[in-house]
């Protein structure tokens, strides 16, 4: 079965650091990147890796969070710096597994909070 597992989330002081880490397991399956979401809000991008090859960024969180990967232990991370108490969130990892429909679909995981205080 295909799965995604977040890591790292916890409780942080405004102005430090905390470092998500995403695996996945299964077969067909590629990274999306990173996406969080606010109680009562729908989901926002954090940081994807477009088709270009390029990273994508939240406008919020630019300059302030890196994303990378490591295809050889089938992980990506979330580098969060300079957290603000306005970060405070679930965040999730997205990816993508071929179904046995012929597509695509995306696959989330069971997301991380990360609590940012003042």
């Known amino acids: 079965q295909v799965q995604l597992v977040e890591s790292g989330g916890g409780l942080v002081p405004a102005g430090e650091s905390l470092r998500l880490s995403c695996a996945a397991s299964g077969r067909n399956i590629k990274f999306i990147g990173w996406f969080r979401q606010f109680p009562g809000r729908r989901r926002e991008l954090v940081a994807t890796?477009?088709?270009?090859?390029?990273?994508n960024y939240g406008d919020f969180v630019k300059g302030r969070f890196t994303i990378s990967r490591d295809n050889t232990a089938n992980m990506i991370y979330l580098q969060m710096n300079s957290l603000r108490p306005e970060d405070t969130a679930v965040y999730y990892c997205?990816?993508?597994?071929?179904?046995?429909?012929?597509?695509?679909?995306?696959?989330w995981g069971q997301g991380t909070l990360v609590t940012v205080a003042p």
């Open positions: 997205k990816g993508e597994t071929f179904h046995l429909t012929g597509r695509w679909l995306e696959v």
């Open positions: 890796f477009p088709d270009t090859g390029t990273t």
